[in-house]
């Protein structure tokens, strides 16, 4: 299955998945090959990504939208950040820059602080 990842400012990911997890605007929600045709909203939260040889990739999103297909998902988002790096202090970096998308984004503090610890979970599994 394709995915593409695409803000105003450019491309965030485009590859070959096995599935994705999404933080859909009525749940949470994930995605394989052959998934029935969907089109709905995204909330802040944090894009889980499992690729084709098995490596894990974590995109905090703002909002957006996502439309899927059987055999590729299209998803367009207002501001997304990859939580990847080669050194601990890189991932760091990029968790703070994640909060601070999500801080930015979300309207309750709840949001905020469920969202700050699925990043971390989730930087935790990779």
Avoid: C, Q
Wanted: no cysteine; glycine share 10%; charged share 30%.
């Amino acid at each position: 299955m394709e995915l593409d990842i695409v803000t105003p400012l450019g491309r965030i990911f485009k590859g070959k998945i096995k599935s994705a997890t999404f933080p859909g605007s009525e749940g949470e929600f994930g995605i394989l090959e052959g998934h029935a045709p969907l089109v709905t909203t995204l909330k802040p939260g944090v894009v889980e990504i499992e690729k084709e040889d098995g490596e894990k990739e974590v995109i905090a999103i703002n909002w957006g939208y996502v439309e899927v297909s059987p055999e590729k998902a299209d998803v367009l988002v207002d501001g997304a950040v990859p939580v990847t790096g080669e050194s601990e202090g890189e991932i760091k970096e990029a968790i703070e820059k994640a909060k601070k998308l999500i801080k930015e984004a979300a309207d309750s503090a709840t949001l905020v602080a469920a969202v700050e610890a699925r990043i971390e979970n989730a930087v935790r599994s990779l």
